[in-house]
């Protein structure tokens, strides 16, 4: 009726306001927190009254994210609900926690296909992202990467299976030739094929793997030499060229998420500006309408050249090298200088007058003194006292500097010299009176640097530098530590290395060197985002492996023993299998090294294997758990190897990559950012660059008739020929020498390498004929 659609609509309006409201979005992240909270508080050997909680918990919780997803399919319509890619992805997790509830009442599925479908939970963590944009752009440049990410899973995993199936055809049933050792990556299966080749792929322990393929061909002999080919082809293709796949696909992405970031911020800040159009005067209005055209035009003239009507530039486009000025109104860099504020204004390169200019990697760089603040020092000496005057001429003296440089450099040696053992010995003498000297030297530093700058009052004195108040800090510990005696803080006089990195002033100095300085630290600053992503994902599978894994590494000692309780008392063994030295070994019931009982040792686990660390060796104890306190059975299930790969996979093949393609992203926007006030691309700079840099080739052409003679040979395209053949020839002759050869090969190498010699020697005679020995 109508009144039923007035009221329906009544409803939704209000349903809708609520939804969007901030306090329904801070409610929904805190009862994402306490789902995460039940989760991670599950462990191994856990009270029973905890079990109780976490399900009746996780119930009432997966309740109210029911209830989420049906006000928001209400209020928002189904459609206009599954447009968004995270209520997709919602409604997704709420279907799934469904599905595991009704499973474990009714206990169809086995504790394994519940404790995964379970952790599907934990994807809620990134609902932390809808309103965090650049979080939230990182990870919809992720999603949307899924399709080149699956392309590329699909042919690794054709490349897997094709070099699983030819290694069951060379290798299977031939790893047995050592009776007392049990091998577990083998190609005596499909499955176990299959570990193996991703186990090379990922390049832990994978020339064992090629050890026991040569031996299982009788050694490193002809035959079993043949084998090396099958391992350099699967590692060079899957582990260099495959791999690096995800490299590309990372950077892509990373691109992507910075340019959705980018326009996200230019349309706050459009929405900002004509919210205050709409809000200020009409003198105010006008001001900021006259602003943003002002700024357009200043984007037009960057970012497009105007071309005259003939197809000349412009003269405003014509490049003069000699005549060039900085921009005062450049932007400047974000980061905050070390250097006094006094130091803050750099000096242009100095350009050479003349014709040509030369490149700009040869302009040398002036340094310029740091001017004398023009308060006074300790309150005595005035910025026109003579002793003062001495003093900053002094500080500021090349050779003062290099000075002092060079007892840093002799300091630190000294530092090293020192004996650790024997702290009494002649050395250690003679090595701290030298440091006497040199904190003497340093502190006499010090005070003519206060006594030329002031100590930190005003403005420009010596404390408002960071690296005179690092100084400042080792050569006050240096003292101390001469009062004190005590070895605990004799520790601390290592601080004085720290006095090395003073030549990082030259930062400031150094083109070059200031932009990769500067893309470390935007890398750094900005780095936060895949960090988080990279910990969700971790905490996220650190969940899935103690559902999986909690209390079942455990083991006894001696293998013949299941469960703790049969774990006790002694049980013989012998030394390296001789049955006439037999041993008695206590029974220890022993947990695995890395373990899964908790999320915070399994984080840790999980982070050596993103590294290839021994994680086959985790893995195969992981394939061998059976039940909680219970032994290991050899591959007892071997499909849990399927958690490890695709974590490897997600961590270690992409998210680990992210990180690699962050910086050469960071590394190609700071190197544009240089020229973001160019009117020139990219080409046409490079074009310029190519044009100042080129230099005239010179060749030279000997005038006398002989010697032109040899000239002309040496330089033909057969005398390069002939002598890369014999090139070729004396590199063959070498490889062929090995251990055991004969009296007759030997002496046949000798003659040849003499031979080769002899023709090498000749090529020398006629080049030096040809060309001179200028």
């Known amino acids: 009726s109508r009144y039923w659609r007035r009221w329906n609509r009544f409803c939704r309006r209000k349903c809708r306001a609520a939804v969007k409201s901030n306090v329904f979005y801070w409610l929904v992240i805190f009862l994402v927190f306490l789902n995460t909270l039940t989760i991670a508080s599950e462990h191994y050997n856990q009270p029973d009254w905890l079990t109780e909680v976490q399900d009746t918990a996780n119930k009432v919780l997966l309740a109210l994210f029911t209830a989420e997803m049906l006000l928001k399919m209400y209020s928002l319509g189904l459609q206009a609900y599954f447009v968004s890619l995270f209520n997709r992805f919602d409604c997704f997790i709420v279907c799934g926690g469904i599905l595991e509830t009704i499973l474990v009442e009714t206990k169809i599925m086995s504790p394994l296909g519940i404790s995964v479908l379970r952790c599907v939970r934990l994807l809620r963590i990134f609902k932390i992202t809808r309103y965090w944009n650049s979080l939230s752009n990182l990870v919809a440049s992720l999603l949307n990467s899924v399709r080149s990410i699956a392309s590329l899973l699909l042919l690794l995993f054709l490349f897997i299976i094709i070099f699983s199936l030819l290694g069951m055809q060379l290798f299977g049933g031939k790893f047995n030739f050592d009776e007392m050792q049990t091998r577990r990556s083998t190609f005596d299966n499909f499955p176990q094929s299959l570990l193996t080749v991703f186990q090379i792929l990922t390049g832990e322990d994978w020339n064992s793997v090629m050890y026991d393929g040569i031996m299982a061909y009788g050694g490193p002999s002809f035959p079993g030499m043949l084998v090396c080919i099958y391992f350099i082809i699967l590692f060079i293709c899957g582990n260099y060229i495959l791999l690096n796949v995800f490299l590309a696909i990372a950077v892509d992405n990373l691109a992507d998420a910075e340019s959705l970031t980018s326009a996200q911020k230019e349309e706050e800040e459009e929405k900002e500006r004509k919210k205050l159009a709409r809000t200020a005067s009409p003198e105010k209005k006008q001001e900021i309408e006259k602003t943003a055209v002002e700024e357009e035009t200043k984007e037009e003239k960057i970012e497009l050249k105007s071309i005259t009507a003939d197809g000349e530039s412009p003269p405003a486009t014509k490049i003069n090298v000699d005549d060039y000025q900085p921009n005062e109104n450049e932007e400047k860099s974000p980061y905050p200088t070390t250097e006094a504020p006094a130091e803050e204004d750099e000096e242009e390169p100095e350009m050479p007058v003349g014709p040509r200019p030369r490149p700009m ?20 000496f005035s910025p026109n006292n003579r002793f003062r005057v001495h003093c900053h001429r002094i500080v500021n003296d090349n050779i003062f500097t290099n000075l002092i440089l060079f007892f840093i450099l002799l300091s630190s040696i000294s530092l090293a010299a020192e004996d650790p053992v024997r702290h009494l010995s002649f050395r250690n003498q003679i090595l701290g009176n030298a440091d006497y000297v040199f904190t003497s030297i340093f502190t006499l530093e010090i005070i003519l640097k206060m006594t030329a700058y002031g100590a930190f009052l005003h403005k420009g004195s010596f404390c408002r530098n960071y690296f005179n108040i690092l100084d400042l800090l080792v050569v006050s510990v240096s003292l101390i530590s001469f009062g004190i005696q005590s070895s605990a803080i004799n520790v601390v006089k290592i601080l004085r290395v720290l006095r090395v990195l003073r030549p990082l002033r030259a930062i400031n100095r150094a083109k070059g060197l200031k932009h990769v300085v500067q893309c470390v630290f935007v890398a750094i600053r900005t780095i936060g985002n895949i960090v988080i992503v990279t910990t969700l994902l971790q905490f996220m599978f650190a969940c899935i492996g103690v559902q999986l894994f909690k209390g079942k590494l455990y083991s006894c000692t001696d293998s013949s023993k299941q469960t703790a309780a049969e774990c006790r008392g002694y049980y013989i063994t012998y030394k390296d299998g001789e049955v006439n030295q037999p041993m008695i070994q206590p029974r220890s019931w022993e947990n695995s090294k890395f373990d899964f009982d908790n999320v915070l040792t399994a984080m840790m686990a999980l982070f050596t294997v993103s590294t ?29 190897s399927i958690f490890f790969i695709i974590y490897i996979i997600i961590i270690a093949f992409f998210m680990m990559n992210i990180f690699v393609g962050f910086v050469i992203v960071t590394f190609q926007e700071q190197g544009e950012q240089e020229y973001k006030n160019c009117e020139l691309d990219k080409n046409q700079r490079q074009c310029v660059e190519y044009a100042l840099k080129a230099r005239p080739l010179r060749r030279y052409i000997p005038k006398n008739q002989y010697q032109y003679k040899v000239w002309y040979v040496v330089n033909s395209t057969y005398f390069e020929y002939l ?13 062929m020498q090995h251990y055991g050869q004969s009296c007759m090969f030997k002496e046949a190498m000798n003659i040849l390498n003499m031979l080769f010699t002899g023709l090498f020697t000749v090529e020398m005679v006629l080049k030096l004929i040809a060309f001179k020995p200028k």
Request: aromatic letters at 12%; charged letters at 20%; proline letters at 6%.
């Open 723 to 735: 002598m890369f053949v014999l090139i070729l020839l004396n590199t063959i002759c070498l490889a």
């Open 361 to 380: 990697s040869e302009l040398h760089l002036k340094e310029k003194a740091v001017p004398m603040p023009d308060a006074s020092a300790f309150f005595i």
């Open 612 to 640: 290839f660390e021994g994680w086959p060796e985790l893995l195969y104890r992981s394939i061998d758990s059976h039940m909680e306190d219970v032994g290991p059975i050899y591959n007892h299930r071997v499909e849990i």
